[in-house]
């Protein structure tokens, strides 16, 4: 079993900063990507940013620049800096991770903060 928790979602004004961050725990034996999708009200679920045991990093066009994604390996976290907000920023951040446990490899997923971004 493997849990994903969130924490550092909020309300920010735009132009404002959040960072996310995610821990896994539970029966681990490797992680291979973690990141960050979001799902705004009626839309699909995207990808935000991803980042591999590597350290290569995959970002949506929309937040490049504005967002930087690390790891922590040792403390199997990832974290989302988020700078100059915008509205349209405004969604649910589910952070995921590709990970190695028990029965096998799977993709896991968090509850998801709400990030709020007013005008």
């Known amino acids: 079993q493997v849990q994903l928790v969130e924490s550092g979602g909020g309300l920010v004004q735009a132009g404002g900063s959040l960072r996310l961050s995610c821990a896994a725990s539970g029966s681990i034996f490797s992680i291979r990507t973690m990141g960050w999708y979001r799902q705004a009200p009626g839309k699909q679920r995207e990808m935000v940013a991803t980042i591999t045991t590597y350290g290569v990093r995959a970002y949506a066009d929309s937040v490049k620049v504005r967002f930087t994604i690390s790891r922590d390996g040792a403390k199997n976290t990832v974290y989302m800096q988020m700078n100059s907000l915008k509205t349209e920023d405004k969604a649910v951040y589910y952070c995921?991770?590709?990970?190695?446990?028990?029965?096998?490899?799977?993709?896991?997923w968090g509850q998801g903060p709400q990030v709020t971004v007013s005008s």
């Open positions: 995921n991770g590709y990970i190695d446990s028990v029965p096998g490899w799977g993709s896991d």
